[in-house]
């Protein structure tokens, strides 16, 4: 393998694990995290939550961030990088979601982020 081929799927490897755009690539940067203006327009679907005993919930917005890097870089969810929260905490909050219909309307009111 040529040095300029392994440095290419070297950066390959890192942008998929960091969900970051590549900068020489022609797909369009990744919208990742959410900007505060994208959150603002979609913080209200989501229930204040209640402190409760226990182990602390994951913030709303990081189980987004992770959903909406799932939805653009097309990973399965076993691929979710270490950087998100747990896999199982963002499944779970994801299927919720979708059954209530939270993130069809997110997907409503952030059309670029998908």
């Given at each position: 393998m040529t040095t300029q081929k392994a440095l290419d799927t070297a950066g390959s490897y890192l942008t998929q694990l960091l969900g970051i755009a590549h900068s020489q690539s022609s797909q369009p940067a990744l919208r990742i995290p959410?900007?505060?203006a994208d959150w603002t327009l979609v913080q209200n679907l989501f229930p204040e939550q209640i402190h409760t005993r226990g182990r602390p919930r994951?913030?709303?917005?990081?189980?987004l961030n992770a959903i909406l890097w799932l939805q653009q870089t097309k990973e399965k969810w076993h691929r979710l990088p270490g950087t998100f929260p747990p896999q199982q905490t963002c499944y779970l909050r994801y299927m919720a979601w979708k059954k209530s219909g939270v993130l069809a309307?997110?997907?409503?009111r952030l059309p670029h982020c998908n």
């Open positions: 959410l900007s505060d994951r913030s709303d917005r990081e189980i309307q997110v997907n409503e």
